[in-house]
């Protein structure tokens, strides 16, 4: 049975949030009184399912369930997991968690505040020890991050489940240990949002130039190595001490305004305003939205080949999925492996997906069949793998940007040192490729093939013998050329 989490507020970050959960298998529960609330969550949901399957290599979970609540008692009834997103006014924040608590008492309520204290969200409530913040960042449904701050009322072990609840939806809980207004990364970026405020005021940059500055520069870096090791690095070979050497006494020069603060009126207001619109107005903000997904995927999928950084998260919830998923059974049809979702860059000049990336999708689909019999990265480092020496490939269809593929394996044949599959990759259910494959098992070191060990024969001639039963495909055998 599916669990629930009851999303309280329904903006975009609530939004992101629902999605979160509902696309990695939970059912979920919104409230919100504003009527347009199915809507522009409904959105938020279809830029997420659009998005967050690309970041994974394994099959994604059966999407959950989705209900918007009359009432917030309707929303949390029942719900394994609780996460607030209203508007930032403690007095509101306040009144929710009494009502949650009237029907939920004991139920995690995580807040997405950026700026209270959980101290403060927990005044005058019921139960405070189940209240804490659980603050994200947009979008919800793709970064990571999630700052979780208890306070000394908290319960300890309901934090530690919490957050691996997040981690669960492939989340990155960062424990904060101290409460502090803004917790930590809203402070430093409320330092560098000031500080930009003041160069737009003074005539020295416009919007646009300082958001060149960040992505063409420092930004790139901070994205995968945070600002720390960036400047370790930047201390050359005598590290980080070298580095506060050089560049510590300019911490005495007035280099930065950040202990004054811009008067904020509207001339101020009115300014970076239109210096915004100049720079991207002749963009709506779902299409910014979708710019922004598909650029995020590109870095943490960079990432996540390299186990480096927000990529290493990726990787880990990878891992944990498909340690709790039950194993693809033999017997009922051609076993599904993969399910991926078509991106940008494998689209051709006519924008279908190119046919490199069908090759791909077939050998994300073949190594999670590797991966099941036993035949996975820890394997090939004791000097044995499988290569695949022979492939023929079909176009039955067309696939495009945004489509969602699966890929099945159907095995046609297995001994000791062959394996000879059939893989399908569809879309609505449907064949847009084909891919025949020869695999054999090699001895790496020898160079040559060698028998498969026992341990794998184990799993996979039960899989052969199943599929034995099956109708062979048509198109298997075919040679190039010939009739369908």
């Given at each position: 049975?599916?669990?629930?989490?009851?999303?309280?507020?329904?903006?975009?970050?609530?939004?992101?949030?629902?999605?979160?959960?509902?696309?990695?298998?939970?059912?979920?529960?919104?409230?919100?009184?504003?009527?347009?609330?199915?809507?522009?969550?409904?959105?938020?949901?279809?830029?997420?399912?659009?998005?967050?399957?690309?970041?994974?290599?394994?099959?994604?979970?059966?999407?959950?369930?989705?209900?918007?609540?009359?009432?917030?008692?309707?929303?949390?009834?029942?719900?394994?997991?609780?996460?607030?997103?209203?508007?930032?006014?403690?007095?509101?924040?306040?009144?929710?968690?009494?009502?949650?608590?009237?029907?939920?008492?004991?139920?995690?309520?995580?807040?997405?505040?950026?700026?209270?204290?959980?101290?403060?969200?927990?005044?005058?409530?019921?139960?405070?020890?189940?209240?804490?913040?659980?603050?994200?960042?947009?979008?919800?449904?793709?970064?990571?991050?999630?700052?979780?701050?208890?306070?000394?009322?908290?319960?300890?072990?309901?934090?530690?489940?919490?957050?691996?609840?997040?981690?669960?939806?492939?989340?990155?809980?960062?424990?904060?240990?101290?409460?502090?207004?803004?917790?930590?990364?809203?402070?430093?970026?409320?330092?560098?949002?000031?500080?930009?405020?003041?160069?737009?005021?003074?005539?020295?940059?416009?919007?646009?130039?300082?958001?060149?500055?960040?992505?063409?520069?420092?930004?790139?870096?901070?994205?995968?190595?945070?600002?720390?090791?960036?400047?370790?690095?930047?201390?050359?070979?005598?590290?980080?001490?070298?580095?506060?050497?050089?560049?510590?006494?300019?911490?005495?020069?007035?280099?930065?305004?950040?202990?004054?603060?811009?008067e904020f009126n509207d001339e101020l207001v009115d300014l970076i305003a239109g210096q915004s619109d100049a720079q991207s107005g002749h963009h709506t903000i779902r299409e910014l939205e979708r710019i922004r997904d598909q650029n995020l995927i590109g870095f943490l999928r960079v990432l996540k080949e390299r186990?480096?950084?927000?990529?290493?998260?990726?990787?880990?919830?990878?891992?944990?999925?498909?340690?709790?998923?039950?194993?693809?059974?033999?017997?009922?049809?051609?076993?599904?492996?993969?399910?991926?979702?078509?991106?940008?860059?494998?689209?051709?000049?006519?924008?279908?997906?190119?046919?490199?990336?069908?090759?791909?999708?077939?050998?994300?689909?073949?190594?999670?069949?590797?991966?099941?019999?036993?035949?996975?990265?820890?394997?090939?480092?004791?000097?044995?793998?499988?290569?695949?020496?022979?492939t023929h490939i079909m176009h039955l269809g067309e696939a495009k940007l945004g489509d969602a593929l699966t890929g099945t394996v159907q095995v046609l044949h297995a001994d000791e040192k062959r394996l000879h599959i059939f893989i399908r990759i569809l879309k609505d259910g449907q064949p847009v490729a084909t891919?025949?494959?020869?695999?054999?098992?090699?001895?790496?070191?020898?160079?040559?093939?060698?028998?498969?060990?026992?341990?794998?024969?184990?799993?996979?001639?039960?899989?052969?013998?199943?599929?034995?039963?099956?109708?062979?495909?048509?198109?298997?055998?075919?040679?190039?050329?010939?009739?369908?």
């Amino acid at each position: 049975m599916a669990r629930k989490a009851a999303i309280i507020g329904g903006g975009v970050i609530g939004g992101g949030w629902a999605a979160r959960f509902l696309l990695n298998g939970w059912d979920v529960a919104v409230f919100d009184p504003d009527p347009e609330a199915p809507r522009k969550v409904g959105e938020v949901i279809g830029n997420a399912r659009k998005a967050l399957p690309a970041l994974s290599d394994g099959p994604m979970p059966a999407e959950g369930g989705l209900t918007f609540a009359g009432t917030i008692t309707e929303a949390v009834e029942g719900a394994d997991y609780i996460q607030e997103s209203v508007s930032e006014r403690l007095d509101l924040k306040h009144r929710v968690f009494a009502q949650i608590q009237q029907v939920a008492p004991d139920t995690p309520i995580g807040s997405s505040t950026s700026g209270f204290k959980p101290s403060e969200l927990q005044q005058n409530a019921a139960n405070p020890a189940t209240i804490f913040v659980a603050h994200p960042f947009n979008p919800v449904y793709l970064l990571p991050l999630a700052e979780v701050v208890p306070s000394p009322k908290s319960d300890p072990a309901l934090i530690e489940a919490a957050k691996e609840t997040l981690r669960e939806i492939g989340m990155f809980p960062l424990h904060v240990r101290k409460e502090i207004d803004a917790h930590i990364a809203d402070r430093f970026l409320e330092a560098v949002w000031r500080e930009a405020l003041w160069l737009v005021k003074d005539g020295i940059a416009t919007t646009e130039e300082i958001d060149e500055a960040i992505r063409m520069g420092f930004g790139l870096r901070w994205g995968q190595m945070g600002l720390f090791e960036t400047y370790r690095v930047a201390g050359g070979e005598a590290g980080m001490k070298h580095f506060m050497a050089q560049f510590g006494p300019c911490l005495t020069w007035p280099w930065t305004k950040l202990m004054d603060v811009p008067e904020f009126n509207d001339e101020l207001v009115d300014l970076i305003a239109g210096q915004s619109d100049a720079q991207s107005g002749h963009h709506t903000i779902r299409e910014l939205e979708r710019i922004r997904d598909q650029n995020l995927i590109g870095f943490l999928r960079v990432l996540k080949e390299r186990n480096w950084g927000a990529g290493k998260v990726l990787l880990d919830h990878d891992a944990r999925r498909r340690a709790a998923m039950p194993a693809p059974v033999a017997g009922e049809g051609p076993m599904e492996m993969a399910r991926l979702t078509v991106l940008p860059g494998w689209i051709d000049y006519n924008g279908h997906m190119t046919e490199s990336r069908y090759l791909f999708a077939a050998s994300e689909t073949s190594d999670a069949f590797l991966r099941h019999i036993g035949a996975d990265v820890a394997y090939v480092g004791t000097g044995f793998s499988y290569y695949t020496a022979e492939t023929h490939i079909m176009h039955l269809g067309e696939a495009k940007l945004g489509d969602a593929l699966t890929g099945t394996v159907q095995v046609l044949h297995a001994d000791e040192k062959r394996l000879h599959i059939f893989i399908r990759i569809l879309k609505d259910g449907q064949p847009v490729a084909t891919l025949e494959q020869m695999l054999l098992h090699v001895d790496m070191a020898a160079g040559k093939t060698c028998a498969a060990p026992q341990a794998i024969l184990d799993r996979l001639l039960p899989v052969a013998s199943a599929h034995a039963a099956l109708p062979r495909p048509e198109a298997a055998g075919r040679a190039v050329g010939q009739r369908k």
